[in-house]
């Protein structure tokens, strides 16, 4: 089986900056270039799941039914697209909970590969947050970095963790996958951007 992990902000959508959120559904913009990446992703048969924090919800930021609207939205506009995301997996605890499902901890991917029956070895995580890559990482999955969120290759040097490969933006990140797919145990780490 074929899996991809998505994260969610900065990798489908348009960033919110640090330390906000998307609090309404007029707030979520979908990146350029990502709905297309999507279904290329599922024609090419990968299942595609997205995992991600929100403790906004946890913090009592936005409602869940605000984030429920959200989700919808985005499922819907994928959907138009021919794209398909096979389950959504948020964690809505703030920080200080402990929780096992907030990212870098795996407890999201675990939760995904339990309930769909897959192995995390042979998963990619895309993400655009060194946390991300540290969640594939303790998973155990591949990690991709994309550059259309959050972190920037000029920052490389402070990274806490070296992602697996590292790619502009969603759609560089699917041609590259659906290009190469199950054969990337073999590549040298770190493709350049
Ligand atoms: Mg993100
Ligand atoms: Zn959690």
């Not at 902000?9 to 900056?17: L, T």
Request: overall charge positive; charged content about 30%; hydrophobic content about 40%.
């Amino acid at each position: 089986m074929k899996v991809v992990f998505l994260d969610r902000d900065g990798v489908i959508n348009k960033y919110p900056g640090d330390k906000a959120y998307v609090t309404s559904v007029k707030k979520f913009c979908f990146l350029p270039g990502s709905k297309q990446a999507i279904f290329r992703l599922a024609k090419a048969g990968f299942k595609i799941f997205v995992a991600s924090n929100q403790a906004g919800i946890g913090r009592g930021i936005y409602a869940r039914r605000t984030l429920e609207a959200i989700t919808r939205k985005m499922l819907l506009e994928i959907e138009k697209s021919k794209g398909k995301i096979n389950k959504v997996y948020y964690c809505l605890h703030r920080k200080e909970a402990g929780c096992s499902c907030r990212k870098p901890r795996p407890g999201l991917l675990r939760k995904a590969a339990k309930e769909f029956k897959f192995s995390l070895k042979n998963a990619y995580f895309i993400g655009d947050t060194i946390r991300d890559v540290i969640t594939a990482r303790r998973a155990g999955c591949k990690s991709v970095l994309v550059l259309c969120g959050k972190e920037k290759l000029a920052n490389r040097k402070n990274w806490e963790a070296a992602p697996d490969f590292v790619f502009k933006n969603l759609k560089a990140a699917v041609t590259f996958l659906t290009q190469n797919q199950g054969r990337f145990s073999t590549q040298s780490k770190g493709v350049p951007v």
